[in-house]
């Protein structure tokens, strides 16, 4: 599975904004093309990061696409420089560019650029950033609006630690943020982004929940330069009775100026859907806001240092026992027989699968015999580390002798898994076996951990083994591709309603390009 530096690499994706779609564009296209932009606030002298993407929708693939750029207006308050190599552009006219797509597998990408205001633009001003798109016969046309905006600069602690037992509630409080810029930050936006053993069970009038997606607090208070502000309660959120023992749920906390966030919830392509406010007192910071200043629109110019991972460690005695289950085949020199290697929890607790570092079961091929067919989510394993376990690029490779096997999602107690192998049996003297070794910390009965996958010596039988469990075995989230763009779509709010992708941006190598 992944590895916990790459899951948090990702969870900081969606809490720093990263929109996943800005690199993998829909690749199938059909009926109306269509333009995903969005509008941005840049405070003076500061960029960001955005994003074109022309496609089509329906099921075609748009293999070639041009985007016309008229810069003429934002280039009197900002400069726009290119950060993408697989469009081609160049100026068509004074203040025009003129950009061909060069596609990958997947057809047309974004076209992804920055925007930085220049030191003397007045907070208030806006311009316009004009687009046309061509690409399957079609023409499209919208159009970005950039406006200058006051900066500030919201920060809270990056990582905070509580600790918890299944069936109780945490909750976090303390300086949880400070504002670091020179302006006044006239009222914010927390969100809370959960794991899914660990929900909010607030009930404060100013915060809504938008099911599956977060927890969005409103304050009116005035943040002053260089100050900290603390929740005047806990933010509570209560570890379901499921939580196995040991492990850590992380979840996210961020802040956003109020402009910044209205810019994401009121979006016209992927508004955040309404959420379900509380019907109790209200959270507050602990000032009282001072009299209201006049309004020009406010931008937080570092995204990356205003999120907070709340890890909330489970405590308690709640463990999960995962106990392997083997099978048994009989057949001589030159058969092909089936066999399965599977697990059950038998709980209590939930076995978080996807939090694993490594297979939740391996599966050693008995001697004499050879992999022939294997299941897709079960990869070679290298039980001393030299070669790296990938059940995504390798899943079901024929041939090796011990391999590592993902479970789908978070088993619960009582829920088993099992996956197929067709092994050829090359060199039978007698009964031979392998191993099926469970792989879970904390597993409180060792004894159940190691099952035998044995090959006996008799007549062919190249059906199904006569023991062995069934069930799940389908592995873990397959890569999205071309043909979901629903998918892309609705992802795109969650990860949309973050900001800014510069960590993304900083990964790849930049086509300069300053108009």
Known sequence: MLKHSTRRWLAGLGV????????ATPAYAADPLVIVAWDTLIAPNHSTYNFIAPYIEGEGKLEKATLDLDLSEVDDIATFELATTLWECAPAQQKTLHCESLPNEWGVTSLDYHLTAK???????????G???????QTATRSVTVTIAEGVDLQSDPEVSLDAAPGETAGLTGDVVRNSGDNTARGVVLRMQNDHLSPYVGN???????????TICTF????????????????????????????ELENYVDWW???????????????????????????TLVEEPPARQASVPQTDV?????????NVKVGGDNPADLAAVGSTNSGKVGDKVKVKAGWTNLGPATVDAWRLDGPIVTVAIPKGTEAIEVSEECAPYDKDGKDPWDPWEHGGEPG???????AAGDPEAGVSGSYPFVLRIDELTGETSGKVVTHLDADPKAENNVAAIVIKRGAGNPGAPDDGGEGGGDGGSLPITGDSTALVAGIGVVLLAAGGAGYLVARRRRTRFVA
């Open 131 to 137: 687009i046309k798109a061509t690409g399957g016969g």
């Open 220 to 247: 009116d208070t005035e943040l002053k330069p260089n100050r900290s502000y603390r929740l005047s309660d806990k933010l509570p959120v209560k570890l379901d009775k499921s939580a196995r023992t040991g492990i």
């Open 119 to 129: 030191p003397d633009a007045k907070p208030g001003r806006k311009a316009e950033l």
């Open 204 to 214: 404060f009038s100013n915060c809504e929940y938008v099911e599956y997606l977060a």
């Open 257 to 283: 100026t109020k402009d910044d966030w209205a810019l994401v919830a009121n979006d016209p392509d992927f508004p955040v859907p309404p959420g379900k406010p509380g019907t109790g007192e209200e959270l």
């Open 400 to 406: 090796a002798d011990l391999y590592g096997c993902l």
């Open 16 to 23: 720093a904004g990263a929109f996943v779609a800005a690199s």
């Open 302 to 310: 570092d995204r990356w240092n205003n999120f907070t991972v709340v």
